[in-house]
């Protein structure tokens, strides 16, 4: 059965950093395209990053390019994302998210098929 599992959240000041991961089993992680999203209280899930399998392309929502870096492990089968400069805007609870791979890489969260539970990111200001 597959399981994904997040760790890394916590508290943080306004420009400092965390880093993420996201352990995936019970699955063949290699072939599935790698999400993460995020949700604060009272807002849709938004869309942060995700990584494609074979190339390691990668996509990132404007509001984090250039300050957070996805990237994956499959020996390990883990996904990380490693957030700098973060803003109280930041602030949501983060989830890792698993698909099918596909031409290109998705940003919608409906075209994931599996979630894990989520980590908090609470920013200071």
């Known amino acids: 059965q597959l399981q994904l599992v997040e760790s890394g959240g916590g508290l943080v000041q306004a420009g400092g950093s965390l880093r993420l991961s996201c352990q995936a089993s019970g699955t063949i992680f290699r072939s599935n395209d790698m999400g993460w999203f995020r949700q604060a209280p009272g807002k849709e899930r938004e869309f942060v990053a995700a990584?494609?399998?074979?190339?390691?392309?990668?996509v990132y929502a404007d509001s984090v390019k250039g300050r957070f870096t996805i990237s994956r492990d499959n020996a390990k089968n883990t996904v990380s994302l490693q957030m700098n400069s973060l803003k109280p805007g930041d602030s949501a609870v983060y989830y890792c998210?698993?698909?099918?791979?596909?031409?290109?890489?998705?940003?919608?969260?409906?075209?994931?098929?599996?979630w894990g539970q989520g980590t908090q990111v609470t920013v200071s200001s």
């Open positions: 990584i494609k399998w074979r190339t390691d392309n990668t």
């Open positions: 998210a698993m698909r099918v791979s596909s031409y290109e890489l998705q940003t919608r969260p409906e075209k994931y098929d599996s």
